[in-house]
């Protein structure tokens, strides 16, 4: 009894610790939502007051204007572009690469882990020339092209970790039964596979929905502009209109935090797969 | 048997075209001299790279990306680590937390940036009004208007956006510490400070290199924080590679000068890097 006393009183400073870090954390959302949810003139109360004495919608209701709806609908457009294909060519190569042992195949997943290291900034002249001789500057296929290459190779590294661990007793089992590879691949991998799909779905979806350096070079127009390159123009424009520019902060972030909140167990465990087993 | 070909092929030609390709097609690109004025490029061998080492701005830049990544990493992992330590200790409140912490992680880095611009902002900024409340500064300060400031301030902004990853990885790590190595280090009558020493920091090593290797590759290249932040002002105080090479490449059309930079980041990264490892082995070597 005495000692679980001392124990406790023990841990009190690391719960300070731990709010202290929680602060950290939560404090720069809290002053974004706070912000959002004022009414024009509180922004600029000094110093600064913590939470509005009014919150309003207003900002967000001004901030969903026509072309941040269009940055919002170009940003579906290539992140759910580069998944689709992304993905499935990902799952196809860490399949090959978990089921079969050739050397061409070793040299391939070399090649794959040392291109996840080629930084986006060596590469990105050569791609925009490219881009720009088959004359698709500044449409959604050029961004789609840019973002399989910053994606590809972590999505196969990602699923070539899950792969390993589906076992291939099943697949060996329904080849006894006359079943051919390809059936095995569907209805057998595809399904035990699912966690690793999701999480690299997740993934890949974080990665391009805030891909900047690529959509800010590659796009000129505003009809084309994703929300990252939208929320940079807006910095200037705005001048001063923090109110609109934290609630539209909020609506570009929303989707990302709740499709991670909802998947992130799979999520984490699909990221630290990786990392910790090396 | 098809199937390990006709399955690899696609992503392999792809990897090929869109990766390898312009590596190499980078080096070559910097060898000419492509301008806005002057859009057929011109061999000049390697006449950019020897106008870029006598250039003070460009050795600015390769210092810059030093530091920069060095407070990063330093910052991410040793701050990530021994936040998931805390985080490892079975408090009160902890579940919510740990599901919190990756938040800055998932936020889009634009608008991380943005948050952190208004966050650093000499008059409505959070940081300081709590400064001026304590009564520790006067007058707001211009955190990321100041060259002495703006890399210390662009780099919190950087460590905060991604120390929640560091954190994950290392709590997954340190679940997988063996409890009876560490209960026998008890047992020795070892205290929390050695069995830390002794015992987990070195089960978990293997997963530190990996971790900081990461983070090393990824803040180098790390362009939207500082693009945002700072545009690499003031007066080139915050450039860094990936900044410069969109300011020379998108902003001045020279695509000749901002491959050679590109050419030359991938080389310091691949001597920074060699170089931890060398560190890293040294170390375990001398242990």
Sequence with gaps: MASRGKSLIGKVPLVILQLAIAF????????????????????????????????????????????????????????GATVLITVPLALLAAYSLTRYQFRILSVFLAAVILAQFFPAGAMIIPIYKMV??????????????????????????????????????????????????????????IPLARPGIVATTVFVLIVTWQEFLFALSFTSTKEMRTL????????????????????????????????????QRQFVSGLTAGAVKG | MWIAYGFMLPAAILVAVLMYWPMIDTFRESLYATTFLNPNPTFIGLKTYEQLFGDSTFWQIVRNS?????????????????????????????????????????????????????????????????F?????????????????TAMAAVIFAAFWKGFPFSTVVFLAALQNVDQEQVEAAKIDGAGSLRRLFDVVIPAI???????????????????????????????????????RIYEVGFGQFKFGEAAAYGSLSVLVLVLF?????????????AA
Aim: proline share 7%; net charge positive.
């Design chain 1, 228 to 263: 990252p390159v939208g929320m940079n123009d807006y910095i200037g424009q705005y001048g001063i209109r923090y109110g609109e520019l934290m609630a539209s902060s909020v609506m570009v972030s929303l989707p990302v935090i709740v499709i991670f909140f909802f998947l």
């Design chain 1, 132 to 189: 720009k001789a088959a004359n698709l500057l500044d449409t959604y296929a050029s961004l789609i092209i840019a973002y399989i290459t910053v994606t590809l190779p972590v999505a196969i590294w990602m699923l070539r970790g899950f792969l390993t661990r589906v076992p291939k007793t099943l697949e060996e089992a329904a080849a006894i039964d006359g079943a051919r590879p390809l059936r095995a691949f569907f209805d057998i991998v």
């Design chain 2, 205 to 243: 090593w293997p997963v530190a290199v990996v971790n900081v290797l990461l983070t090393t590759i990824l803040t180098f290249n790390y362009f939207d924080i500082i693009c945002v932040l700072t545009r690499g002002g003031p007066l080139n105080a915050t450039a860094i590679f990936p900044t």
């Design chain 1, 24 to 79: 950290l954390v939560l404090a720069p959302f809290f002053w974004m939502l706070s912000v959002s949810l004022k009414p024009a003139n509180e922004p600029f109360a000094i110093p600064a007051r913590l939470w509005p004495d009014n919150p309003t919608l207003e900002n967000y209701i001004l901030a969903f204007r026509p072309e941040f709806r269009r940055y919002f609908l170009n940003s579906i457009i290539v992140s």
């Design chain 2, 66 to 130: 030093i530091i920069w990544t060095i407070g990063v990493v330093f910052l991410q992992n040793v701050g990530g680590f021994l936040i998931a330590l805390l985080l490892n200790q079975k408090l009160p409140g902890q579940g919510i937390l740990r599901s919190l912490i990756l938040l800055p992680w998932v936020l889009p880095g634009v608008v991380a940036a943005i948050l952190w611009r208004f966050m650093y902002d000499p008059q409505l900024g959070l940081i300081n009004s709590f």
């Design chain 2, 273 to 285: 890097v060699g170089l931890l490892l060398l560190v890293q082995r040294r170390q375990v070597k």
């Design chain 2, 132 to 148: 001026m409340r304590l009564g520790i500064v006067e007058h707001g300060v211009g955190w990321l208007a100041e060259p002495s």
